[in-house]
């Protein structure tokens, strides 16, 4: 018989996050895993559930973060505090649903859901004497703060947590010891869209380039902490030097900036005179398909990012990735063997960077050819999901940590 469980998910809808949890909903039925999901609102990602035959409850207080606007416009102060009183809320909602669905496991992707989801399984544990419900974590983030760690503690033993998932060592080293046992997860993808992509390749006929071009690619959210404004200095700073080299970023507006981030951006690249080697062609779908077509992937985060998958769905194309040397993405890019690793918020080091992967073709080539190897080995959509469901199902068929 199938494992139920709720699956706990409030997140951007074009981030990775949403996309690895949606990833694993649709594929945990093929490990006896039956699976429902709790969103915090109506969105792109719970199409994407249902399109896939995953059925989804929307709980508006599950939040994403406290210090995000509210749908009701309530924002600053207040918004933070009502957010934070609908924690408790959101708790009782989920235990509900959960008690509803007959959900044994109670298994959460970000961070305040982790802690909802807490909450959550304290309360069930205590309207159902007896029944064994488990909660499991899957951490895609930094949790290195010291007072997030504080809170992770509390948390964990609140909701006697049963195991930890983390997506990256370097994203697991704060929960290495606590009662709650861990394992690392990398995430994985689908290799065999990621093939057909590079099969396809659409940016320079969309962009007008030549074939002679030398394309960096960035892919993703358009946000400060992915280091989007260290890259635009990085490329002013760079293309000067190579005459061929283009820089496109790909991505459109984040739901939540209250501004037009793609147009700010263009504007800048404008007052520099930069607006036909720094392209920003807004959102794109099968945005794969534009990335097969760089020679270059860059993630420049200045965050901790735990695995991006803009960097393994790169390097599975045969795509060399320049990444900030933080967080996972040390154990996804080797330096100098499928990409090169860069200090985080460091402009004159990325710049460096893509000037010399744009002079050195052959360093390019052997740095693709490692990339394409090693992700056919490493990156798999379907070995995630196995392992995840190992812990599911392994959690499910033990007692809780103790509180």
């Known amino acids: 018989m199938p494992l139920p469980i709720l699956m706990i998910v409030a997140s951007e809808d074009d981030g990775g996050m949403a996309r690895v949890a949606f990833s694993l909903a649709s594929r945990l039925p093929a490990f006896d895993v039956e699976v429902r999901a709790v969103v915090h609102r109506e969105a792109p990602f719970t199409t994407w559930l249902r399109d896939a ?12 973060t406290p210090t ?66 488990a909660a499991v974590w899957h951490i895609h983030n930094d949790h290195s703060r010291w007072l997030t760690r504080r809170v992770d503690r509390a948390a964990i033993r609140l909701g006697r947590v049963s195991a930890i998932a983390a997506v990256s060592a370097s994203i697991g080293q704060p929960f290495a010891g606590l009662s709650a046992p861990l394992t690392v997860v990398t995430n994985g993808i ?22 002679d071009a030398i394309v960096v690619a960035y892919a993703g959210r358009l946000v400060a902490h992915k280091g989007i404004d260290v890259l635009l200095e990085a490329a002013r700073l760079a ?13 459109g507006r984040p739901r939540h900036e209250p501004h037009d981030v793609v147009a700010h ?24 398909r534009y990335v097969a077509d760089a020679d270059v992937a860059v993630v420049p985060s200045t965050c901790a990012d735990g695995c991006p998958l803009a960097a393994i769905e790169a390097l599975s194309m045969g795509i060399p ?5 933080v967080g996972g993405l040390p154990e996804i890019v080797r330096d ?46 379907v070995e995630m999901t196995r392992q995840v469901a190992a812990v599911l199902h392994q959690a499910a068929q033990e007692r809780p940590c103790p509180a």
């Open 53 to 64: 035959g995953v059925e989804c409850d929307v709980v508006p207080d599950l939040i994403e």
């Open 321 to 325: 990735v320049i990444g900030s040397a």
């Open 265 to 288: 951006l263009r504007g800048r690249v404008d007052e520099w005179g930069l607006a036909g080697r720094i392209h920003l062609p807004g959102h794109v779908d099968d945005v794969e």
């Open 239 to 251: 293309i000067p030097a190579v005459p061929l080299l283009h820089v496109v970023i790909l991505g």
């Open 68 to 133: 995000r606007r509210r749908a009701d416009g309530r924002n600053g102060v207040v918004g933070l505090v009502a957010n934070l009183v609908g924690l408790r809320r959101a708790a009782r909602q989920i235990s509900a649903l959960a008690e509803r669905h007959g959900s044994r496991v109670l298994y959460s992707h970000n961070t305040w859901g982790h802690y909802v989801t807490a909450g959550a399984t304290r309360m069930l544990r205590a309207s159902v004497p007896g029944r064994p419900i």
């Open 190 to 211: 689908d290799l065999g869209a990621c093939e057909a992509a590079a099969r396809a390749p659409l940016l320079r006929a969309h962009l007008g380039l030549d074939a």
């Open 336 to 381: 100098r063997v499928n990409g090169l690793l860069v200090p985080a918020g460091d402009v004159r080091a990325l710049a460096d960077a893509m000037v010399t992967l744009a002079r050195e073709r052959d360093l390019r080539r052997r740095m693709a050819r490692a990339a394409r190897d090693e992700a056919r080995d490493r990156f798999d959509a």
